[in-house]
């Protein structure tokens, strides 16, 4: 994960677990978020969170999704380190990490 900080623009990527359940990765130099939802894109679409107000000045960042921008509220905002144990934890039992509040996220549209 740590090489992927440096890549530019700023993008998400997947890890697909055994369990039907996969992580939805945004992926910044210093932070990202991260999606928790199941395999076959039925909802809920979880998103984890720290708080319920970002220290933040924006209102949006994105990620490139295939080749479309995508904004994120900026409440989902994690720090990279945050990231890195939940896809860490995720990897290793295919769970949801307990260290983050997870938040249902309803698409737009």
């Not at 932070?31 to 949006?60: I, W």
């Amino acid at each position: 994960l740590d090489d992927l900080r440096h890549v530019a623009p700023p993008f998400m990527c997947q890890f697909v677990g055994d369990n039907e359940f996969n992580l939805t990765v945004g992926i910044d130099r210093d932070f990202g978020c991260v999606q928790h939802s199941a395999n076959d894109g039925s909802p809920p679409y979880l998103m984890a969170t720290m708080s319920s107000k970002a220290a933040s000045d924006r209102r949006e960042m994105t990620f490139l999704v295939g080749d479309t921008v995508t904004p994120i509220d900026v409440r989902y905002r994690l720090p990279f380190d945050v990231i890195v144990k939940i896809v860490a934890g995720f990897v290793s039992s295919g769970t949801r990490s307990d260290n983050v509040t997870w938040e249902e996220f309803v698409p737009s549209g």
